[in-house]
Antibody
């Protein structure tokens, strides 16, 4: 059974750095094709893709947030970590990690974690 | 970035109705579209991938079609448990982008 679970602080102060961890099971991020992405959703708003890491350690970022984001993986611990610097109240959102099922001509977020709500406030 | 525009903005329909949601891409994206269902307080769930393929375990009343810039998602016979917000998403090019979501309510 494939599962993902996000963890991290529920509250961060403006200008702080957010670190979120996605712990997964039921699949491997050491052989391809396999990827994990982070996606967020502000309260009452739409989904926004943030970053992706591939099995071979290729990394991709949202154009608008790339200077603030870092994604990494610890395959032995089966974790993917996202850091976001200089947090602002507009970054208040539920943050999801999701497995990506990819093949030639196909790419979908097929399994999602439950999400973790992060509030940015002083 | 590729913009995905969904319509209508909201939708209310009765049990048993046929419901269609549309999604328009800002450029040709072939069939590189997925559809997700998000129930209140829950994570999104993949329903349709590659524009028209039904994800394993998803009821057959859900379907998708389209290519190029225009896509549609249909529920053939609306059920009470289909109350949710539905999102389209493109994977033609990074960054992945989602539509604004359509909230579907049961009358």
């Amino acid at each position: 059974q494939v599962t993902l679970r996000e963890s991290g602080p529920a509250l961060v102060k403006p200008t702080q750095t957010l670190t979120l961890t996605c712990t997964f099971s039921g699949f491997s991020l050491t052989t391809g094709p396999m990827s994990v992405s982070w996606i967020r959703q502000p309260p009452g708003k739409a989904l926004e893709w943030l970053a992706r890491i591939d099995w071979d350690d290729d990394k991709y970022y949202s154009r608008s947030l790339r200077t603030r984001l870092t994604i990494s993986k610890d395959t032995s611990e089966k974790q993917v970590v996202l850091t976001m610097t200089n947090m602002d109240p507009v970054d208040t959102a539920t943050y999801y990690c999701a497995r990506q099922r990819t093949s030639v001509g196909s790419d979908a977020f097929d399994i999602w974690g439950q999400g973790t709500m992060v509030t940015v406030s002083s | 970035d590729i913009q995905m525009t969904q319509s209508p903005s909201s939708l209310s329909a009765s049990v048993g109705d046929r419901v269609t949601i549309t999604c328009q891409a800002s450029q040709d994206i072939s069939n590189y579209v997925n559809w997700y269902q998000q129930k209140s307080g829950k994570a999104p769930k993949l329903l349709i991938y590659d524009a028209s393929n039904l994800e394993t375990g998803v009821p057959s009343r859900f379907s998708g079609s389209g290519s190029g810039t225009d896509f549609s998602f249909t529920i053939s016979s609306l059920q009470p448990e289909d109350t949710a917000t539905y999102y389209c998403q493109q994977y033609d090019s990074l960054p992945y982008t989602f539509g604004q979501g359509i909230k579907l309510e049961i009358k």
